[in-house]
C-alpha cells in the first residue's frame, strides 16, 4: 500500500514540541511564595492538597499532550479511504466503504467521533504547511474506526443459494465414514485418507519360498535312492572288478553297511503378476522355479559311494486371492490354487570310494515323466511400505501330487508340505 502521504506526515511531526507558555514557571513561584506566607496550621493542612493538584495538573497535561500527538500522528490509516488513494486501499477498507453506502443507517451511530477525526487534516495542513490532500467534500464520507470495525464484525449476508450450499456442506460433514472392511451397506464408502485399492489393478511380485524341513531316510544295507534297498540277490553271481558298485557291494557284504537318504528342503522363486478384479478379489499368476535335490551316502566305512541328485523344474502357479480386512498400511488376506510344474532337466552323479578314496565317478541324465501337480491353500499379511510398494508374507500348506514316482524326491516322501512365502510386491 502506498504510505508517501503517512510517511511526509510523519517527518513533519517527528520532534514536533508543545509550546510552554512563558509565565508558567513565574505562576507556579507565586503561588509557593502565597503558600509558604500561610500560618504553619493552615500550611499543614494545604500541603498535601497542593501537591495533589500539581500532579493532577502534571497527569492531565500528559493525557491531553498525549492524546493530541495521538490525534497527529493517528490519521496514518484514516487517509486511505480517500478518494484519491482507493486504487491502493486494502480489500477489506473497500469492502467495507461498499457495505457502509449499503446501509446508510449505521453513519449516524457514530456522529461525534467522525467530526474530530475529519477535522484533524485540516488542521494539520494549516498547521504544517502540506498541501491539502483531502478534499473538503469527501471528508464527512470518511469511515470511522468504529464503523469499520463494527462493520467487519458483522456477518456478510448470503443468499439463499449459498445458504442451500452451506448446509449441505454441513450435512456432508455429519455423515460417518466406516472403517475399510465393515459390513453394512455403507460399508463401501472410504475415509480421505484411504486410498481407494481399486485404482491399482496390477501388481507384480518377487518371491522367494522356504518349504519344510530336509527329510532323512535310513536303513541298513545298500541301496540307491530312486530303486531302493539292494539284495542279497543282486550280488550273486558277481565276481570282483566287474565294476567299482560290484566291488564296494561284494567287500560290504559280510558285514554291516547302512545307507542314509537326504532330501533337502525345496528352493523355489519366481515372479507372479496379480490382477485386482475389486476390492476383495484377485487373481494371481506367473512363473516359479524349483530346485529338488537329494544325497545318498550307502556303503561300510572305507568301501562306499556318494549319490547326488538334482532336478530343475519351471511351474505356473493359478490362485485366487481374497482380501477380507485392509487399511492403508496393512492388508491382510486368503488364498487357494494349484501349481503346474514341469521337470526340465534332472542330473545324478555317483562317486565311488575304496579305501576312502575315490576312484570313480558316474553321471546320468534323469527327468520326471509328465507334470507335477500341487495344490495350494493358505494366508497372507501385507505392509505397504508406499503407495505402490509392499513386503508380505504368505504361510500355507502344499499337497503334492506326483503320477511319475520312479524318481524320488521331498514330494515323493513327504507330499503335504508347510511352507511361507516372503516377498515384495509392486503395485500401479
Same mark, same amino acid.
Given at each position: 500500500?502506498?504510505?508517501?502521504?503517512?510517511?511526509?506526515?510523519?517527518?513533519?511531526?517527528?520532534?514536533?514540541?508543545?509550546?510552554?507558555?512563558?509565565?508558567?514557571?513565574?505562576?507556579?513561584?507565586?503561588?509557593?511564595?502565597?503558600?509558604?506566607?500561610?500560618?504553619?496550621?493552615?500550611?499543614?493542612?494545604?500541603?498535601?492538597?497542593?501537591?495533589?493538584?500539581?500532579?493532577?495538573?502534571?497527569?492531565?497535561?500528559?493525557?491531553?499532550?498525549? *492524546?493530541?500527538?495521538?490525534?497527529?500522528?493517528?490519521?496514518?490509516?484514516?487517509?486511505?479511504?480517500?478518494?484519491?488513494?482507493?486504487?491502493?486501499?486494502?480489500?477489506?477498507?473497500?469492502?467495507?466503504?461498499?457495505?457502509?453506502?449499503?446501509?446508510?443507517?449505521?453513519?449516524?451511530?457514530?456522529?461525534?467521533?467522525?467530526?474530530?477525526?475529519?477535522?484533524?487534516?485540516?488542521?494539520?495542513?494549516?498547521?504544517?504547511? *502540506?498541501?491539502?490532500?483531502?478534499?473538503?467534500?469527501?471528508?464527512?464520507?470518511? +469511515?470511522?474506526?468504529?464503523?469499520?470495525?463494527?462493520?467487519?464484525?458483522?456477518?456478510?449476508?448470503?443468499?439463499?443459494?449459498?445458504?442451500?450450499?452451506?448446509?449441505?456442506?454441513?450435512?456432508?460433514?455429519?455423515?460417518?465414514?466406516?472403517?475399510?472392511?465393515s459390513s453394512g451397506k455403507s460399508g463401501s464408502i472410504q475415509p480421505d485418507h484411504q486410498p481407494a485399492r481399486t485404482a491399482q489393478r496390477?501388481?507384480?511380485?518377487?518371491?522367494? /519360498?522356504?518349504?519344510?524341513?530336509?527329510?532323512?531316510?535310513?536303513?541298513?544295507?545298500?541301496?540307491?535312492?530312486?530303486?531302493?534297498?539292494?539284495? /542279497?540277490?543282486?550280488?550273486?553271481?558277481? /565276481?570282483?572288478?566287474?565294476?567299482?558298485?560290484?566291488?564296494?557291494?561284494?567287500?560290504?557284504?559280510?558285514?554291516?553297511?547302512?545307507?542314509?537318504?537326504?532330501?533337502?528342503?525345496?528352493? /523355489?522363486?519366481?515372479?507372479?503378476?496379480?490382477?485386482?478384479?475389486?476390492?476383495?478379489?484377485? *487373481?494371481?499368476?506367473?512363473?516359479?522355479?524349483?530346485?529338488?535335490?537329494?544325497?545318498?551316502?550307502?556303503? &561300510?566305512?572305507?568301501?562306499?559311494?556318494?549319490?547326488?541328485?538334482?532336478?530343475?523344474?519351471?511351474?505356473?502357479?493359478?490362485?485366487?486371492?481374497?482380501?477380507?480386512?485392509?487399511?492403508?498400511?496393512?492388508?491382510?488376506?486368503?488364498?487357494? &490354487?494349484?501349481?503346474?510344474?514341469?521337470?526340465?532337466?534332472?542330473?545324478?552323479?555317483?562317486?565311488?570310494?575304496?579305501?576312502?578314496?575315490?576312484?570313480?565317478?558316474?553321471?546320468?541324465?534323469?527327468?520326471?515323466?509328465?507334470?507335477?501337480?500341487?495344490?495350494?491353500?493358505?494366508?497372507?499379511?501385507?505392509?505397504?511400505?508406499?503407495?505402490?510398494?509392499?513386503?508380505?508374507?504368505? +504361510?500355507?500348506?502344499?499337497?503334492?501330487?506326483?503320477?511319475?514316482?520312479?524318481?524320488?524326491?521331498?514330494?515323493?516322501?513327504?507330499?503335504?508340505?508347510f511352507n511361507i512365502e516372503l516377498g515384495m510386491r509392486l503395485s500401479w
Open positions: 500500500m502506498d504510505d508517501k502521504w503517512s510517511d511526509q506526515l510523519r517527518q513533519k511531526l517527528q520532534h514536533h514540541e508543545e509550546t510552554v507558555p512563558d509565565d508558567l514557571w513565574n505562576r507556579i513561584e507565586c503561588r509557593l511564595e502565597e503558600v509558604s506566607k500561610q500560618p504553619a496550621a493552615e500550611k499543614k493542612t494545604k500541603h498535601r492538597p497542593l501537591y495533589a493538584a500539581l500532579w493532577s495538573g502534571a497527569a492531565a497535561a500528559c493525557a491531553l499532550l498525549a *492524546l493530541w500527538l495521538g490525534g497527529e500522528y493517528g490519521p496514518k490509516e484514516i487517509p486511505a479511504g480517500a478518494p484519491h488513494l482507493t486504487a491502493e486501499m486494502p480489500k477489506t477498507i473497500a469492502r467495507n466503504a461498499d457495505s457502509k453506502a449499503e446501509t446508510p443507517e449505521q453513519e449516524t451511530e457514530a456522529p461525534e467521533q467522525e467530526a474530530p477525526i475529519a477535522a484533524a487534516p485540516d488542521r494539520i495542513h494549516h498547521e504544517q504547511g *502540506l498541501p491539502e490532500t483531502v478534499p473538503a467534500t469527501t471528508k464527512e464520507e470518511l +469511515p470511522t474506526a468504529e464503523t469499520a470495525v463494527k462493520e467487519e464484525e458483522q456477518p456478510a449476508t448470503e443468499s439463499p443459494a449459498q445458504e442451500e450450499e452451506t448446509a449441505t456442506v454441513r450435512e456432508l460433514d455429519r455423515i460417518h465414514y466406516p472403517k475399510s472392511g496390477w501388481a507384480l511380485a518377487m518371491a522367494a /519360498t522356504q518349504g519344510i524341513p530336509q527329510s532323512q531316510l535310513n536303513y541298513g544295507g545298500q541301496g540307491d535312492i530312486n530303486k531302493g534297498k539292494f539284495h /542279497t540277490a543282486t550280488i550273486n553271481g558277481s /565276481t570282483w572288478g566287474e565294476s567299482h558298485l560290484t566291488d564296494i557291494l561284494l567287500y560290504n557284504k559280510n558285514g554291516t553297511p547302512e545307507t542314509d537318504i537326504n532330501h533337502h528342503q525345496p528352493i /523355489t522363486g519366481g515372479v507372479k503378476f496379480q490382477y485386482r478384479l475389486n476390492d476383495v478379489w484377485s *487373481l494371481e499368476s506367473g512363473l516359479t522355479y524349483t530346485l529338488l535335490r537329494s544325497e545318498l551316502r550307502s556303503g &561300510g566305512n572305507s568301501y562306499f559311494y556318494k549319490t547326488d541328485q538334482r532336478l530343475h523344474l519351471l511351474g505356473i502357479p493359478i490362485k485366487v486371492n481374497y482380501t477380507f480386512w485392509q487399511n492403508r498400511h496393512w492388508q491382510t488376506y486368503a488364498q487357494a &490354487g494349484m501349481l503346474f510344474e514341469k521337470d526340465i532337466a534332472g542330473k545324478e552323479t555317483t562317486d565311488y570310494y575304496k579305501e576312502k578314496q575315490k576312484v570313480s565317478s558316474d553321471r546320468n541324465d534323469i527327468r520326471i515323466q509328465g507334470l507335477q501337480y500341487t495344490a495350494l491353500c493358505g494366508a497372507g499379511i501385507q505392509f505397504n511400505c508406499t503407495r505402490h510398494l509392499g513386503i508380505y508374507a504368505e +504361510p500355507g500348506l502344499a499337497w503334492h501330487i506326483v503320477p511319475d514316482k520312479s524318481i524320488q524326491t521331498i514330494y515323493t516322501d513327504k507330499p503335504l508340505n
